[in-house]
């Protein structure tokens, strides 16, 4: 059974840093791709940031430069750094695991909100 475990997210200030972190079971992780979406209020989910078995990562526009996804092959796990938070980073924010040739997984998201 696929299980994708997020924790990490919360209320911040903006200007502010959080990191999200989602354990993964049931895959074989160090082949799989990984990915953070999210999905704020009013707006449909989007890419935030991936990253492929062998370490390499790709980002959305709006967190180039803010945000860094890494993985640990060992604890299988895939955390996002999030850096100086705006308040239009307010959303859920889902880990998605993609098995080689399998279908993608998804976990049940964390609150991030970014707020005064």
């Known amino acids: 059974q696929v299980q994708l475990e997020e924790s990490g997210g919360g209320l911040v200030q903006p200007g502010g840093s959080l990191r999200l972190s989602c354990a993964a079971s049931?895959?074989?992780?160090?082949?799989?791709?990984m990915g953070w979406y999210r999905q704020g209020p009013g707006k449909e989910r989007e890419l935030v940031a991936r990253i492929t078995g062998g370490g390499r990562t790709s980002y959305a526009d709006s967190v180039k430069g803010r945000f860094t996804i890494s993985r640990d092959n060992a604890k299988n796990t895939v955390d996002l750094q999030m850096n100086s938070l705006k308040p239009e980073d307010t959303a859920i924010y889902y880990c998605?695991?993609?098995?080689?040739?399998?279908?993608?997984?998804w976990g049940q998201g964390t609150q991030v909100t970014v707020s005064s």
């Open positions: 049931g895959i074989i992780f160090s082949i799989s791709g």
């Open positions: 998605k695991a993609t098995p080689y040739g399998q279908k993608d997984y």
